[in-house]
């Protein structure tokens, strides 16, 4: 004869502790909207602030009583960290609202077939478009693009194949160079090269301040994919006979071959929105410059600031337009380069 | 059976010294990795360079001053001219600790709960909204910290001063809440969250699991684990986690100058509308500064960029120390 015992789940909240926990919540929503209502804090993030307020209280008063006081800092902190979480959530979200809804309204078919040089900021928006920014932007990525990639998979190929004497201060120096503030790198270009050799405004002095800024964003990312690459493979092109040349050329890159492009786009994400040098380097145009070694020339990010500080609501639509297809760019980029990431560790 | 006429190859060299291949392949590979050692130096060359004439006419008070005029006669030859960097030294710093002090508490609670509270599929979400976040162009904070953030920022600084107006620090004399550093700090804030929640993040997932199961089984709480586990082990990553926001917020050009009200007179008054920013000066100076001012520019980004050096320096030591200890 067997009996059956309806197995019990000690660890499952109770009917009761749900009722509370609701309770709970439900006093806290109230007491926030009394509070807002009575004293004189205005706004979302005061209900917000309240209401987090007094849930936590209560859930750790309640706590104490049932439990003593280590539940009751347990369940203090519980609110503590799920804030935290929210807090840094709703910015972006904050963010990413505000840009699609101001930006569309700028947003047409005519924004992507023209460029400036007819146009002001503040004409109606039917005038001029981002063509010149966008193909600017392109220019001065696809530029920095040459210079840094070679120099960034260089460095991580020191730091993980040959190991020199190095090693150390350089894997130092480059996280130290990724710390360096973009406008610096914009005044070194401009009193190391635009000062006393070029003398003038153009897409590759631009260029070779973003390369300063990505090249530790390419290394420090390939070093890590680097990293990953089985030593057994180094060890099985040695042992075949190749020199270390062959091993690291025919067997090492290629194995970390979407690791390197995941750590090229990254890269390329943390520029293309880069601002502070593109001001002091480029000279920002208001027309199409196919030209990266000459002339002044346009990108996003100036389009973006020259607008914004024009003023008028024009203007300004001008402006969350143009964030909103950096943003989207940034975002493509960044999807991009998780979904190579992604597919590369499930292998 | 006849003979069979066998060519033996030659033996092949035996020996230890690197083919030409390899001695070419590891030159070029060593000189990109001296790279950026070089890119550094001649950062620190051209600024001190370009800057040394303001720098030896300044001296100390370059970094001790705060008036930054130049007087031009007509043709345009420098008459006098005083520039001095310590009221905008005082808001950079100013700014990134209130900066600090504000996206700490938040960026250690939100690693915490990355790491000991949040389901996986939770986590994986976050991780990404959190990486994404750092992606974000500085120009599209500072706009939208602008025109968006800033109104209810203004609005909790008047709260504030109202209500905790006896501490210097809140105190001021004139109402105006417009563009001050407290605004600039809760900007930068928002943007080295990131930073200092990944850090974090991987301070803490390192920390040992078995003392996490041994203080379970002793009947912990989650935060009882947490106060006497991960909170010992990460401590000191997490500060070197705030120092590279630290050393972010400093250099942070754009998203400072949208939302910051350049003043050249040293403030410590975090609700006024009053602040400095050295990286905000060079791009507000920039643009009709003549070859003279543009020299005090250059020796300015000397040094921000030598502050930003030695705080992200330090950083990365302790991050880098403690990343060893915990494995």
Known sequence: MTTTVAPTMPWKASPRERATDTAIFLVALLSSYTTVAITPMKGKLAYFAVFFIAYALLTAIFKAQQRGSAAAKDALVNSLVAIGAIVTVIPVISILATVLKNGLPGISFGLFTHDMALATPTDPLSNGGILHAITGTLLLVAVALVLSVPIGILTALYLTEIKGRFTGPIRFLVQAMSGVPSIVAGLFILSAVLYPITKAYSGLMGSLALTILMIPTIARTSEEVLNLIPNDLREAGTALGGTQWRTVAMIVLPAAKSGLVTAIILGVARIAGETAPILLLTGGGDKVNPNAFNGPMGSLPYYIWKSFNAGSPEAITRAWAGLLVLVGLVLILFTSARFLGSRKAAK | ?327
Not at chain 2, 70 to 77: E, L, M, P, S
Request: charged share 15%; aromatic share 10%; with cysteine.
């Open chain 2, 1 to 327: 059976m006849t003979l069979q006429e066998v060519t033996i190859p030659a033996p092949r060299e035996i020996t230890t010294e690197p083919r030409r291949s390899d001695k070419v392949f590891r030159a070029v590979v060593t000189s990109g990795g001296v790279s950026s050692l070089v890119i550094l130096g001649l950062i620190a060359l051209f600024l001190g360079y370009r800057g040394f004439e303001v720098l030896r006419q300044e001296g100390m008070g370059f970094i001790t001053h705060s008036d930054w005029s130049i007087t031009t006669d007509d043709a345009g030859n420098v008459v006098e001219s005083h520039f001095g960097l310590a009221a905008m030294l005082v808001g950079t710093i100013l700014c990134s600790l209130i900066a600090v002090v504000i996206a700490l508490p938040v960026s250690v609670f939100c690693a915490l709960f990355l790491n000991f509270y949040a389901p996986t599929w939770l986590k994986k979400i976050m991780v990404t909204i959190i990486d994404m976040m750092a992606a974000f162009p500085s120009i599209l904070f500072g706009i939208w910290g602008f025109l968006v953030l800033m109104p209810s920022v203004e609005y909790w600084a008047k709260l504030l001063h109202r209500y905790l107006g006896f501490i210097p620090a809140f105190d001021m004399q004139v109402p105006v809440y417009t563009r001050s550093p407290f605004v600039a700090g809760v900007v930068l804030a928002i943007m080295i969250i990131p930073i200092i929640t990944s850090v974090s993040r991987e301070i803490f997932s390192q920390a040992p699991l078995d003392r996490i199961q041994a203080a379970y089984a002793l009947g912990a709480t989650r935060w009882a684990m947490i106060k006497a586990v991960v909170i010992p082990h990460g401590r000191s990553g997490v500060i070197g986690g705030a120092m590279l926001g630290l050393g972010r917020a400093m250099g942070e050009t754009v998203a400072v100058f949208t939302v910051l009200n350049i003043v050249f007179q040293i403030n410590w008054q975090m609700l006024l509308g009053a602040g400095g920013n050295v990286a905000s000066l060079i791009i507000l100076k920039f643009g009709d500064a003549s070859p003279y001012e543009i020299k005090a520019l250059m020796a300015a980004g000397l040094v921000l960029f030598l502050l930003t050096l030695i705080v992200n320096g330090l950083a990365n030591l302790i991050v880098k120390t403690t990343g060893k200890s915990g494995r």
